[in-house]
């Protein structure tokens, strides 16, 4: 099954455009989990375990992993994730960039190291630096398109041709660069604008919504502006607010508790 075939399923199986950020950060942990070798495999598992059924797709990021020397420890979670729920794709947050055979490296990284069923990847670097990622049929490439972060403006709405840089990208994305249908965009929560625009651009092409949650994304507004006709398209990310819901033993059960009050509030609007 491929990562689009698989993320369609989520959306109505578990009835859910919540993707769930798994950005660990053992400074939040529980005090009964500091110390321990497997810290970061043992929270983000409870976490997983715990939300599954509610969401429809999981995204670690790597950047929290390999900081702390704990890539073995992502690599158990995604086997984890795969093995214990299947059918819930899980997205490597790596924003690659780069070319040629660096580009083609860091894809056997995300697909064939860490089995992940997509990954983000950062195009301003054009279509070469996309396509070693397009070789893995059955994978999806996220590209970035509108961030949510604030900076995101000093580059993504430089005009181009008549148009902001991030409509190009969304263009390119959808007319030239999709010819497998791998292909989905970031585009962030804090803009629902231009949610509202890429979508009018890319028709039914999924998108990643970060900045829900902690960053401060309007939930109505985010999935007004983002929803295809179907009431789908969106993997809404929430990271911060359902990982640190709860600080005692209870975490997974108060990270289940956010998980399903954003889910709801999420179909409210579907």
Not at 48 to 53: G, I, S
């Amino acid at each position: 099954m491929t990562f689009t075939q698989q993320l369609a399923a989520a959306w109505q199986h578990n009835d859910s455009l919540l993707c769930v950020g798994l950005d660990p950060d053992p400074a939040k942990f529980p005090a009964h989990l500091k110390g321990r070798d497997d810290a970061i495999l043992e929270f983000c598992k409870n976490i997983v375990d715990a939300t599954a059924d509610l969401v429809c797709s999981f995204k670690p990021q790597i950047a929290y992993f390999a900081a702390r020397r704990a890539e073995d420890q992502l690599e158990a979670l995604i086997a984890h994730i795969h093995e214990q729920h299947p059918g819930v794709p899980v997205i490597l947050d790596a924003k690659r960039g780069d070319i040629g055979s660096t580009a083609e490296q860091y894809a056997v990284e995300a697909f064939a190291r860490f089995q992940a069923d997509a990954v983000t990847v950062n195009p301003y670097m054009g279509r070469d630096s996309v396509e070693p990622y397009l070789a893995f049929p059955d994978k999806g490439v996220i590209l970035l398109c509108r961030t949510s972060n604030p900076g995101g403006s000093d580059l993504q709405f430089l005009e181009t041709n008549g148009e902001k840089l991030y409509e190009h990208v969304a263009r390119l994305a959808a007319e030239k660069w999709n010819s497998t249908g791998q292909i989905g965009l970031v585009v962030g929560a804090t803009f629902p604008a231009e949610i509202a625009r890429v979508r009018q651009i890319v028709g039914d092409m999924p998108l990643l919504v970060p900045g829900i949650g902690a960053q401060g994304g309007d939930v109505e507004a985010t999935v007004k502006a983002g929803r295809t006709a179907a009431g789908s398209g969106l993997m809404i990310n929430s990271s911060r607010a359902i990982l640190y819901a709860g600080h005692g033993e209870d975490y997974a059960e108060a990270a289940r508790r956010a998980a399903l009050a954003t889910r709801a509030e999420i179909n409210q609007y579907r």
